[in-house]
């Protein structure tokens, strides 16, 4: 075995991967809950997706649960039955390991045919004719450095902002058309149910060719926030991969 096997055997996978989905059905923003899931359910109904994300790892907020205690709840085990993972009935809720969600999302969602490219950050957005096309992206150690190296581009018939609390994808067309989103990207006062069901209600297309799934709902439509419960990220993740699956 040689040293440089190594390298050209790393360097030719990545570059089938990557070549393999500069352009895409649907480019998903984010690996948290609601972006996970939304990866998983487009892969397994066929399209092409790629899942973007600027950390070095997979999961998002999952791996916190409440306070850093890596176990998160929901109210309906459904999409955790579907993806393997065990979930204990307590009072109205059920429980589950945070770790496995994590690891049981990701691997469901890369066996079903979704590519995850990590520490890939999304700066900025491609619209044109009035419509998202897709995504300009830089390598997060470069963007971290702040050095001025240009990006690349990955296209999508639908892109999916799925990046949380920060909504980054829709603050992006905010911040060159004023006028497309004028209120305050924030969630309202903690209130559990209403928020469970809000997130997933509003869950869809905010602008054409772009969605919103899980905490960048609450962001962009203001319903309350709902605490380390992570049902509604789930069932908004699925909600929108079938509004998508319904259109192409
Ligand atoms: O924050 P995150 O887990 O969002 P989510 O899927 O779930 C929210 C819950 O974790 C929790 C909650 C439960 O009730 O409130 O907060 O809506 O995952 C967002 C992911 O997007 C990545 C970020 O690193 C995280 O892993 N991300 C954010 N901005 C970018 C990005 C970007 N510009 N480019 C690529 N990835």
Known sequence: MKEIDITKAIYEEYGRKLLGHLENDVV???TGPAGLTVGYYLA??????AILEKRLSIGGGIWGGA??????TVEDKGILDEIGVAAQKKGDLYVADAVELATALG???KKAGAEIFTLIEVEDIILQEDRVKGVVVNSTSIRASGLLVDPFCIAGKYVIDATGHQAELVNMIRRKKPDFHPGQLQEGFMDVERAETGVVEKAGEIFHG???AGMSVCSVFNPPRM???????LKSGKKVAELIRDRI
Do not use: C, R
């Open 28 to 30: 998903v923003v984010g």
């Open 44 to 49: 397994k109904s066929g399209m092409k997706t």
């Open 67 to 72: 306070a850093g205690w890596n176990v998160i």
């Open 107 to 109: 691997y469901k969602a």
């Open 210 to 212: 772009l969605y919103v």
């Open 227 to 233: 605490g380390p419960i992570f049902g509604g990220m």
